[in-house]
T-cell receptor, first 114, second 113 residues
Framework: DGGITQSPKYLFRKEGQNVTLSCEQN?????MYWYRQDPGQGLRLIYY???????QKGDIAEGYSVSREKKESFPLTVTSAQKNPTAFYLC?????????????FGAGTRLSVL | QKEVEQNSGPLSVPEGAIASLNCTYS??????FFWYRQYSGKSPELIMF????GDKEDGRFTAQLNKASQYVSLLIRDSQPSDSATYLC?????????????FGKGTLLTVNP
């Protein structure tokens, strides 16, 4: 069953705590992305990666960090420097060669602050 | 700053009517255009994509693209209550940024039985 798996579905962060959101894909896609969505807003790009061991900042990277040690995995860490982390976080992936360059999304992680 | 603009709505149509959703974009180099549907509390799912000027039809959905006017639209014929959702327009970056998407804020569509 191919797809993008995000975990956990819900996550709570305490003040000063770093938390890590998981994103795994078995679609053999090259590129992976992290977006943040606030209520009534579109998706804003946090980080993206086109290849293993390489990633670039998106539009709102401050307070976040990522790694891409494996093609299948692109975890996002929300650090204590992110002062307003409450949001819906979406991971996406797409194949960069061939196909229609379409991004597909995981089910998302909803992060709240305790 | 690349921008994608959509009317936030809500757009309310009766069941069986045609719903028309509109989107404008600022980057003239954009090549690919996508419509995603997002139900409340869920992640976006792809409805349609279009690359060439003109119309593209898929079942009850028609995407229309006019690159000269930097305008893309989505028509939903015979609207159903199950079509009630937020519709996100996404546009890829031109040139070397063609793997990145810029999203509009979405249009909330309500189909009334």
């Amino acid at each position: 069953d191919g797809g993008i798996t995000q975990s956990p579905k819900y996550l709570f962060r305490k003040e000063g705590q770093n938390v890590t959101l998981s994103c795994e894909q078995n679609l053999n896609h090259d590129a992976m992305y992290w977006y943040r969505q606030d209520p009534g807003q579109g998706l804003r790009l946090i980080y993206y990666s086109q290849i293993v061991n390489d990633f670039q900042k998106g539009d709102i990277a401050e307070g976040y960090s990522v790694s891409r040690e494996k093609k299948e995995s692109f975890p996002l860490t929300v650090t204590s420097a992110q002062k307003n982390p409450t949001a819906f976080y979406l991971c996406a992936s797409n194949a960069l060669t061939g196909g229609e360059n379409i991004q597909y999304f995981g089910a998302g992680t909803r992060l709240s602050v305790l | 700053q690349k921008e994608v603009e959509q009317n936030s709505g809500p757009l309310s149509v009766p069941e069986g009517a045609i719903a028309s959703l509109n989107c404008t974009y600022s980057d003239r180099g954009s090549q690919s255009f996508f419509w995603y549907r997002q139900y409340s509390g869920k992640s976006p799912e792809l409805i349609m994509f279009i690359y060439s000027n003109g119309d593209k039809e898929d079942g009850r959905f028609t995407a229309q693209l006019n690159k000269a006017s930097q305008y893309v639209s989505l028509l939903i014929r015979d609207s159903q209550p199950s079509d009630s959702a937020t519709y996100l327009c996404a546009v890829n970056g031109g040139g070397g940024s063609n793997y990145k998407l810029t999203f509009g804020k979405g249009t909330l569509l309500t189909v009334n039985p």
